[in-house]
């Protein structure tokens, strides 16, 4: 039985990956009164007194939303807000079970993003916090930007900025063990969607001076006609020097390669091409742009994907349950950029520097210690941002 097959049936059984069960033993008319009517009355009247009690009277201060359109499934793509559903609950189970936060699937009917986003805060009140999930690009730049002046919570699209912080984490330690500083480093990007975008913009925040974005157009360079805002400011912050060409032309002489796109694209002699020990994130699933066997042969000195059955899995799990944790701790407004550089840090120093080596540059995604660094870091950085609220 292939892991399809195992998947489907094991579905099938489950009826549904999430289960809700009340926290409190109502079995005497005692209970009842306190926990319904007519107890329950006074939590609501001092709520309607001091809204921020909501979060020590109900279960919202540990509550995320998980939400999404349909429009990006994993790599299945538009398939629907219905069909969407297994893998938002997937999405909740490991932000229990890494994080120990409570978490909701939503599937939003609408592609609209001002009906997506109208949706989303008129519920908001109910949830500590909105993770966003597979929703489309460009579409969720704008979604993310609106939704963020729309409510007070924090709003997270999990496939950019978790991809980002994992993606960062790795090349920071990457580049410690290879005696390379971040702001020397030359980082190629094939993909400029969600994922490549945020991992753009976080590298440069965190000193990375060099970076060449590529689509399926070539390298994107400044005054190119781009699909969003987003990619449109990045590329005023990119490829300083006006490259023109391919992907194998961007890769001769860089230190990083990262694939956010197809399987394939890379070649070994593309590897050759790049500078002494280059680092190879192949992240396309389920099959990367480049098998790690063939990127080491070829020289590479660091290989990562996204599969959890080769080294260095670049896998978002190692983030977002430890960022909302922290944010929940104290009951942050937003996430900030300091908080996701906090988190990315973190998840770096969870490897020690006496086990760091190329095929260990990023924890082990089932490492129990990574949400609770991550969780400390980002309630940190929440408070020294200015952000926490308790």
């Known amino acids: 039985m292939d892991i399809m097959e195992k998947s489907l049936r094991a579905h099938e059984e489950w009826a549904g990956k999430l289960s809700f069960r009340s926290k409190v033993a109502i079995k005497d008319k005692d209970a009842l009164s306190v926990a319904y009517t007519p107890g329950v009355a006074q939590p609501c009247l001092e709520i309607q007194k001091n809204p921020a009690l909501s979060y020590t009277l109900t279960g919202r201060h540990n509550l995320v939303a998980v939400i999404t359109d349909g429009t990006a499934v994993l790599g299945l793509g538009d398939i629907g807000p219905l069909a969407a559903m297994p893998v938002m609950e997937g999405k909740c189970a490991l932000f229990s079970e890494f994080g120990g936060v409570d978490a909701v699937p939503l599937c939003v009917d609408s592609k609209d993003p001002d009906t997506f986003c109208k949706t989303v805060a008129l519920i908001a009140g109910s949830f500590g916090g909105i993770n966003l999930e597979d929703i489309s690009a460009p579409r969720c730049f704008e979604i993310e930007q609106k939704l963020k002046k729309m409510v007070d919570i924090p709003v997270f699209h999990d496939d950019q900025h978790g991809t980002a912080v994992v993606a960062s984490a790795a090349i920071i330690n990457a580049s410690k063990l290879a005696g390379k500083q971040l702001s020397d480093l030359r980082v190629v990007i094939n993909g400029a969607g969600a994922a490549g975008v945020a991992i753009a913009n976080m590298l ?22 781009l699909s969003s805002e987003a990619l449109t400011d990045l590329s005023k912050r990119t490829n300083k020097t006006h490259m023109h060409g391919s992907l194998a032309d961007a890769m001769k002489g860089a230190d990083v390669f990262i694939g956010v796109s197809k399987p394939g694209l890379v070649t070994q002699d593309m590897v ?36 959890s059955d080769f080294p260095n899995q670049i896998n978002n799990v190692l983030a977002f349950p430890g960022i909302f944790k922290g944010a929940f701790s104290v009951r942050a407004s937003d996430i900030t950029e300091g908080m996701k550089y906090a988190a990315a840090k973190a998840i770096a120093d969870c490897v020690p520097a006496d086990k760091l080596s190329p095929e260990y540059v990023i924890p082990q995604p089932f490492d129990p210690a990574v949400a609770e660094h991550v969780a400390k870091a980002v309630a940190e950085a929440a408070v020294k941002d200015g952000v926490a609220r308790i």
């Not at 050759?272 to 994130?281: G, L, Q």
């Open 204 to 225: 440069l925040s965190i000193g990375v001076q060099d970076i060449i974005m590529i689509n399926s157009k070539g390298i994107i360079c400044e005054g190119d006609k």
């Open 272 to 307: 050759r091409s790049m500078n002494r020990d280059p680092f190879i994130f192949a992240m396309a699933n389920p099959t990367p742009e480049i098998m790690p066997d063939l990127a080491k042969e070829a020289g590479a000195f660091v290989v990562g994907t996204g599969r």
